[in-house]
Structure formats: C-alpha cells, structure tokens
C-alpha cells in the first residue's frame, strides 16, 4: 500500500476538515500519513525533550512516504511548515487538496471565452 504523508495547518488538527481530508485520502487507497496522530506526536515530543524543536523530524517523515498531499491556507498561501515538508524532497509527488471549488469554477461562456484566447476554439 502506498503512504501519502498528510501536510497540513496545525490550525485544521482535529477538525471536520481534517477528518474529510483523512477519509479522501484513505478512499483513495492510501495509508495516511498523519502528522497530528501517534506515533508521530510522541515521537517529536522526545525531539523536543532532547533539544531538538525543529521542523526536520516532520520533513524526514514525509520522505518516508509515496505522496504527499497538502492543504493550504484559505486564501492559497502555504505556511512554513507545510512549505517545508512539501519543498524539501523535489523527488516525491505532491498534490494539494482541492478548496473552495464552487467558486473557482467558471461558467460555460467564460470556458469558451479562455480557450479562444489560448488558440484551442
């Protein structure tokens, strides 16, 4: 089974979104790879015990896996945290969560409109 290495906002941990991401993820066949669940968390806290508070236990992690999929802030812009995880390893695929996709999709005239400028229609 392939392993998807969740890269997500601390301020989604233990939310219906983060929930609905879990599930899609699992659906789609993969085992997830949850920052915000054990083993993982206990395993950072002996980092930070040991001195260590720094984000290359999670980005070691997520090189650990398949696939890493990722979800940024509402407006499109990435935290840190997630930029790290996703930018560290140019070798493994990552794909972001699809957001607020009513809104960014466009009418019929509008389709019509871009590939005409593009030189498709």
Not at 43 to 60: A, L, P, R, S, T
Not at 97 to 102: A, F, G, I, S, T
Request: net charge negative; glycine share 6%.
């Amino acid at each position: 089974m392939f392993k998807v290495y969740y890269a997500h906002p601390m301020y989604l941990y233990n939310t219906k979104q983060e929930g609905r991401d879990i599930v899609l993820l699992e659906n789609l066949g993969f085992e997830v790879v949850n920052p915000n669940s054990e083993p993982y968390i206990s395993e950072y806290q002996k980092c930070i015990d040991n001195g260590h508070h720094d984000m290359n236990y999670w980005v070691d992690l997520s090189n650990t896996c398949d696939l890493i999929a990722f979800r940024a802030y509402p407006d499109g812009t990435i935290g840190s945290g997630v930029g790290a995880e996703i930018l560290r390893n140019p070798l493994i695929p990552v794909i972001e969560l699809p957001r607020m996709l009513k809104q960014r999709v466009v009418d019929l005239e509008a389709t019509r409109q871009f590939l005409s400028e593009i030189g498709q229609r």
